[in-house]
């Protein structure tokens, strides 16, 4: 099984670089985020003729997730059901082959003294209470997408230049630490432990990408029945080379079940 995310940063400007990795790599499932696009408006003729179904929730402009997967989906579930604000265009649970798949497009938090900081810090824990409802640590699931956070010093670029980044700030690391605590592990940690890889090159250092002064905030989870399966997991860089591109690339991993 074949599970990959992308940040598209609006699904619609990046529907042939979408499509073209759709048909090279062929995944199971691919995971986007940012989609930026309200449900009315979602490009899914476009995306049809790839034969992939297709689960989506947005928002206009910002925000919103989808999920692509090969075999239609037992169940869908859209946002939180903990009875507060839902943020339903950032978090799509589905199930595939009996298998949950956690789809987060967790919040940046603009900067470390604003509500939107303080907002992050409380999602993180919600999501945690959210696998606790949802979820068991003994049974596969898996966790993917945009986590806004880089979870270690060889993570980012310069780490000591971006300890108050609301990204790398230590209450943000905290809150991941914490959250994937609860029973995931990241695969691509565990089969790579001290390589360094970037999933997000920022726009505005146009020498980003070439300079490869990057993040690796894109991660993919596993509880521990899936970890032990996965044989594979990798960083497509090439997409973020291309015409067009998103500021973030593909993330996938391959589990043997």
Known sequence: MKIATFNANSVRKRLPIVLAWLEQHKPDVLCLQETKVQDSEFPLLALTPSGYHITFRGMKSYNGVATLSRHKPEAVFYGFDDGEEPDDSRLLRVIIGGIPIINTYV?????????????????YKRLRTYFEKHLSPQT???????????????????????LNHVCYHEAARKAYEQTAAWGFEDVFVKLYPTRQQFTFWDYRAPSSLAANKGWRIDHMMATAPLAEKCVKADVDVEPRRAKDPSDHTFLWAEFSI
């Open 107 to 123: 919040p940046q938090g603009f900067e470390i003294d604003s509500p939107k900081y303080a907002y992050k810090l409380a999602w």
């Open 140 to 162: 596969p699931a898996i966790w993917c997408g945009d986590m806004n956070v880089a979870p270690r010093p060889m993570d980012v670029h310069g780490p000591e230049k971006h």
